[in-house]
Structures are given as C-alpha cells and as structure tokens.
C-alpha cells in the first residue's frame, strides 16, 4: 500500500518539509496544501528587497509548478485547511475535500497581529506577499511612515522605507530600549543610534493610543499625548501561531502546536509540526520552545522529514539558535543565546565603525552566543564555537588574532 504525507502549510517549512523527504528516500505520496493561490515564496525579502522593487514575486518563489513535478509533490494551492480529524486520519479543506493521511505536517505558520487601533486604509500589517505589495504601493505614493514596533521586521520596514528616499520616518515602540530583551541594554542601544544616524525618528518608551483617520491621511496618538501625522502606518507588534484550525482536532494547541522532540504532535499519531507553528520539547534547554525563525524553520523540516521517512532512526530536533536581519548597511546576526542576564564583551573586525561582534557567555565563563555585524567570518567562528561551548576568552582570542591576520595581509 502507497503511503500518503500531507503537508499543511507551504512556506518555507511546509516547501523543505516536502522537498527534504524526497531526498531522505521517502516513496509514497507528498501532498502539499498551501492556503494562498500563489506559488509558495520566501517570506524574509517581504519587507526588504520586495518591498523596495529589488526583488518581484517570481524571484522570491520556492517552489515552481516544474520543480514540484520533478519530484512527484502534488500542489494544492488556494485552499486552506479547516479542520483535522486525527481518528480518521484526514484534514478538510475550505471546499470541502478531504485529504487522507498516513502522515500529517503541520506547518500553518503564524500571522500578524492585528492592529488594535483598527485598521483604516493606509494602516498595515507584514506578512504575505499581498501585505507586501499594498504596503510597498501605499510607500511609493509618498508622504511620512509611522512604524509601530521595533523588532526586526518594524526596523527592516523603517530602513526599507529610507533607501527607497521616504524622508519622514518614524519609529514607536513602548520599550525604551528595543531589543534588550534579546540582547542587553547598551548594546540594543546601539541599534537605536543606528536608526537615528540614517534620518529615523525614535519614539522608544512610549506607546501608542489610538490611529485616527482624517482628510490629511492619519493621526497616531501616542501615550505621552504628543500625535504623529502619516500617509502610512506600519503595525509590526509580532505574531500568532495559525492554530485555530487544530482546536477540535485532539491535538495538544497551547501557543502553537505541542511536540515532543521529534516534532511529532502530542496527541495524534503520525501528526508533525514544523516552523512557526511548532512549539517543541527542546532537550538541550529542557522545555516547550516555539521559534519563529527561518533557518529553524528549514532545519526543523529536515529533522520531520528525516523521522518520516526513516521511523526506526528517530532524530531529535535540537537546534542552535540562529536569525539574521539586514537594516540600512548593517547585516546583522545572532547565534546561540543572548541577552541581559549573560556577560558580555565586544570585539571589533578590520573597520571597527562597520564590524564588531559581542559575544555573550555564562557566569563561569562559557561561551552562550553572540551578535554579529558585518563580519562573516565571526559569524562562522561563533556559529562553530556554540555547538562545542568553549571558554569565551578563546572564542574572543580566535577572533582578534583573526582580525591581526587580515591588517597584516592587508598592510
């Protein structure tokens, strides 16, 4: 008998879900459903090179209707899933059909909040690639940008905004310092002067109060009492887990779907999850973790993929942290862990103004992780040095005598 694997979900971790269990040698059918009718695409260059006209929907695609056929994964695209029956093994689809099972991937992903302050014409969220291209055309008609939130995608939008020649941009979020949940105070405030230093305006330690329509475009009121006049606002205050569909399914639904460290669903056999959706047991750090990263994402799938494919090998999925974001000319990347509650120490590559790392590490001395900018091969350094933990004062002599390398060969 032909075993069927339906993938629910085809973002990134739904498309390499389907993709990766080719190449582990799976035979039986691969069903992928994906709720929008465009090809699956990559979601990171929403808010960057998309958003600025460098990139179109086409370049962003990962996965061709060629490509899928190449490697026998039926697409079915433009229908979202609507309910799981895990006793009978199928999901059920808004029209109607039901597709069965021998094994489920659950990879809905998350969406945006909403705007609580409503949401009139020229106030928007970023997620999909139709997010993308209203906010993208409300951007190219001009006037001042308010962005709501200064995580990643909130800071990617504002420096999106200023190459694109947006003159006014502004930037709210209720934390004084952001990011300094992920990294720690004075170095998250480096991001700050970061914005300030290419024209951004800052409004940190204050939130926002309502968004006001009027015949000039919109009013963001703020909590301090002062308002900020724009023709777009930009809510980016995270995300929510796409679980809503699985609530009667038997499934274990507490901020994501519930998994063991193989990813396999608490309360349905044969049911995976993988990417935003998945909140997983991770051994290392010893409790539920959800992630909503891109390279977890990828690496998730492979570990789904691998333990469909191969049920007597079981893996167990226990990555090292990893996410990245490019804002005006800094790449910036993290691996491993961060944060306020680990010592800290700054190390500077060949141009200091434009390369450094800070690595992080534990009270007794142990490397945890680190903050890149600009400096791959530090990246590659730190990266290695999380898997094998280290003392950080090596991990930090690696790197300067890295850097007194490079000015010699330089000189």
Not at 84 to 101: I, K, P, S
Not at 145 to 171: K, P
Request: with cysteine; hydrophobic share 40%; aromatic share 6%.
């Amino acid at each position: 008998m032909t075993l069927t694997t339906v993938v629910v979900g085809s973002s990134v971790g739904g498309v390499r879900t389907a993709q990766a269990l080719r190449s582990a040698g799976y035979e039986g059918e691969v069903v992928l459903v994906g709720e929008e009718e465009t090809l699956p695409y990559d979601k990171p260059p929403l808010s960057k090179a998309l958003l600025s006209g460098d990139a179109t929907a086409g370049s962003i695609t990962l996965l061709s209707e060629g490509e899928a056929s190449d490697v026998d994964i039926r697409l079915r695209l433009g229908c979202a899933a609507t309910r799981l029956d895990t006793t009978e093994r199928f999901v059920e689809l808004a029209d109607g059909e039901r597709l069965a099972y021998d094994n489920l991937v659950i990879a809905t992903g998350a969406r945006a909040r909403s705007s609580p302050w409503g949401q009139p014409p020229g106030v928007h969220v970023l997620r999909t690639l139709s997010d993308a291209t209203a906010l993208g055309r409300d951007l190219r008609r001009g006037g001042p940008l308010v962005v709501i939130g200064a995580g990643f995608v909130g800071a990617e939008v504002a420096s999106t905004a200023r190459t694109m020649g947006i003159a006014d941009v502004a930037v709210v979020d209720p934390v004084a310092v952001p990011l300094s949940r992920v990294l720690n105070p004075p170095v998250a405030a480096l991001f700050t002067r970061l914005h300030t230093e290419r024209g951004v305006m800052t409004h940190f330690g204050v939130g926002v109060t309502g968004i006001d329509a009027t015949d000039d475009g919109l009013t963001v009121h703020l909590g301090d009492g002062s308002e900020l006049a724009a023709a777009t606002v930009v809510v980016g205050i995270g995300a929510l887990p796409n679980d809503e569909w699985l609530l009667s399914s038997g499934l274990r639904i507490e901020d994501g779907v519930v998994c063991d460290q193989y990813c396999r669903a608490i309360g349905g056999p044969g049911v995976y999850a993988v990417g935003d959706v998945a909140r997983w047991f991770h051994p290392r750090h010893g409790r539920l973790t959800r992630v909503e990263h891109w390279t977890n994402a990828v690496e998730q799938a492979a570990c789904v993929a691998h333990n469909i494919a191969h049920p007597g090998q079981l893996r167990a999925h226990e990555p090292f942290e990893y996410v990245w974001s490019d804002q005006y000319d800094w790449k910036i990347q993290l691996t491993g862990r961060t944060g306020a509650e680990l010592d800290h120490m700054t190390v500077h590559g060949t141009d200091p103004d434009r390369s450094f790392a800070v690595l992080y590490g534990d009270r007794d001395g142990t490397f945890a992780g680190a903050l890149t900018v600009n400096w791959p091969r530090a990246l590659i350094l730190c990266r290695r040095a999380v898997s094998t933990a280290p003392p950080v004062e090596e991990v930090r002599h690696s790197m300067e005598t890295t850097v007194k390398h490079a000015v010699r060969k330089a000189g």
